[in-house]
């Protein structure tokens, strides 16, 4: 198929106001007579419901957990970026823009990119009408911070729980469509599948999570926000719920999922403790505006951290980036940790670990203001941990963190399946290779609040006046059917292993193989692997219990079978990928200094796969990627 | 360490539960106090019995998912500390834990130690918002807000809405989540034109629901991981008085 990602003509900083003109538009009468489906109640899934019920829109909302206001997001800490240049620090939409596409290495849809800084400042203004309690300064206007990646102070936050109370503001926004009638939420319901006719989106299938009731609900359009897949890897900084399964299915009907191997890893999570690890909790990438971070000289140096003097410790990142220093973007912090511990130099059990230092910090401003900015981080570390980090440096290590691959999406964030969009981490679009600090809270609350609500209305324009289809037509019942298959196959195969066995035995191998580093050689050892060990899952797994009832074996069940297709994918990718670029480091591509090396007259495209239905073949389709504004170069942030 | 624990478990909604007795044998103190149940699970499972039901999903003590009175405390001995934010190194080898479900009967138990909590969310769909449609608002730098407010504020709007505070409460009141919402927006300039009507529709869903009223026995305050003030209360109370009598958006 011949992709058309419809960017608009002309040029960049006109082509957002030039689509939303010709854009058609669904009259406000009209808009009642359309229902939409939204499946996600974080910050993409939350600000869309809400939006397009203010418009008048009939929207149904899904999520798994028991409230919208648990999904996801609410755990995201350091904060969300937009071009105020409230600081007069010589920021721009151009700027930010830049630095977006630069971050990304040069492997995202600059259209896109150039969108998202521009509605970047209209989320502050919203989030703020809405009550969210940004940090202010004394003068009571909004203060800022500088994140990763970036030289100059455009991240606004509210304390270490940005995404809580942003996430917060979109779902009161929700809670208020709720009570005027126009949204009608679902909680503990999961989709576990789509229903595509005739070639568009027409509705889904859900399963109850408190009755086990499965059935399906008919829409005019569905839309996609449903996180990232982070979780695959069994171990990451996600929540334990987080998980592929609605964009997987979609997959299956015939979504593109375009660049899966690109995932970042976060550099600043607390370490794995043990082998009961369930999951890993990620310190805010805003404590490298103050902490520095180093390893001992001596590899093998096993004295407590405060006993080992100045000129023994090794501020690597200072060290090799004197312009970035600590502020290095991610990817380019995870490596460097992970090569100080690959040459023996990584503290704590394992040698996996590096210290996170405040201790300067702490000097120059004072334990107050460090507790004002970090508070809450340095209890949740001493909880975990049990080590206090006013007077100990912190282990930190790098985590899969995010995803930036996605279903693919065009400009208007529809699926190759028309009908169907995609928005927030689910979608593919806008971080390219590897995301910037603060930019997903940044994208999910665009594409939600001021993106979709203006795209969406040109899809459901082309359809008025069509019937919906009945849920029970046929094109339900059969995938009803399905659903209810695979959930009794799943309670009848009585194994002799659990899920979560299962689980971490693949997220091992994707961490090992398909992780920080990837080799051709260990992603055909793991292609190898992925299909013997979903063999013997479905062989083998273990999930007690009935159907009618709560059952989380069974949710989690159903979502690791989705991780065991994904995962496959996701090596293919990698493999087919033979440059590095941002997330993805081939180790047979990197710089004399051991950074990526993207080959851009080979890769410069956007991987979209085509699912054939045999997981080891699935078709690969090329979106080019075109750089008008931008020139690429080699990132460098020394 | 060796552990007993005492877990309740109710299969369904209407079906009758029991405290239920497990040996946890083997835990590392660094575990957190639900990895120490998802090992207990697992153990189950290859034995044949359906793993404990419990609610969870980021474990860092910020989607409010998680929560057990963890022998006769919510949220256990830790202070501050959520269920999933807990760990086992708070405890001694050898000692017996007794977990339960939130009791309060605005909140009926789902299955062993899950319950529904939705009528929090029917007091925040009462009222619990500022009505600014999208894209209607103005540059957000263009009403300042002294930064003591804009942090007491934060610390109102730092709820998680875990329930806590009603299943420690006496009578079940869900004073202290609603009065939090209250005082989060009210304290705000951007909060005020619709304070007082917030203050009494919140109000009277709450009353509506079946939480029971408050006696200022502050055992919320003391339960609460997010360590919300009752001063909040007292501020709610003050509002709600207020809107009796003043509020201009009542018919
Ligand atoms: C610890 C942490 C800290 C972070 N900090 C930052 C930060 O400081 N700044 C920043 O910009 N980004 C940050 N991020 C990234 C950011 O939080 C996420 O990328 C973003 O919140 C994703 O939002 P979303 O709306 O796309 O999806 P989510 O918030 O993940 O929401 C997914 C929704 O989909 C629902 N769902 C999923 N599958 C199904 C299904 N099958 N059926 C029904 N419902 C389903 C869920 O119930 C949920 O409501 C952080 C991420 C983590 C893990
Ligand atoms: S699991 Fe999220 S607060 Fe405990």
Redesign the interface.
Known sequence: MQLDAKIPTGPIAEKWEKARFDLKLVNPANKRKFEILIVGTGLAGA?AA??LG?LGYNVRCFCF??????A?S??AQGGINAA?N?QNDGDSVFRLFYDTVKGGDYRAREANVHRLAEVSV?I????????V??????????ANRSFGGAQVSRTFY??G?TG??LL?GA???L??Q??AGRVT?H?RTEMLDLVVHEGRARGIVTRDL?TGDIRSWSGDAVVLATGGYGNVYYLSTN???SNVTAAWRAHRRGAYFANPCYTQIHPTCIPV??D????L??MSESLRNDGRIWVPTAPGDSRRPTDIPESERDYYLERRYPAFGNLVPRDVASRAAKKEADDGRGVGPGGLGVYLDFANAIERLGQDAIAARYGNLF??YE??T?DDPYRVPMRIFPAVHYTMGGLWVDYNLMTTVPGLYSIGESNFSDHGANRLGASALMQGLADG??VL?NTIGDYLAQHMGEERLETSDSAFTAIEDDVRGRTRKLLETNG?R?V??FHRELGLLMWNECGMERSAEGLRRALAKIPEMREEFHQNV?V??GDQ??N??LEKAGRVADFFELAELMCIDALNRDESCGGHFRTEHQTPEGEAQRDDENFRYVAAWECTGDFAKPVLNKEPLEFENVKLTQRSYK | MDLTLYVWRQAGPDAAGEMKRYEAQGMSPDMSFLEMLDVVNERLILEGEEPIVFEHDCREGICGACGMVINGVAHGPQRATTTCQLHMRQFNDGDTIYIEPWRSTAFPVLRDLMVDRSSFDRIIEAGGYVSVSTGSARDANEIPVPKADADSAMDAAACIGCGACVAACPNGAAQLFTSAKVAHLGLLPQGQPERLSRTRAMVAVMEDEAFGSCTNHRECEAVCPKQISVDYIARLNRDYLKAQLLDPNAK
């Open positions: 600000s809400a939006t203010e957990q028991d409230s919208a206001r648990r996801h609410i755990a105020k409230y209209n502050i203004d919203q989030a703020t009408a809405q009550g309690p940004f940090a202010r300064e004394y003068g009571g206007l909004l509210a304390r729980q809580q109370q917060l779902y009161q926004a809670m208020r709720v009570k939420l909680a408190a929540a334990k719920g403790s043990g009961y690890q369930s999951k909790t990620l209890e949740m909880r975990i049990g609040y001021f609500p002799k659990t979560d066995d273990r007690l219990g009832t709560v989380q074996s």
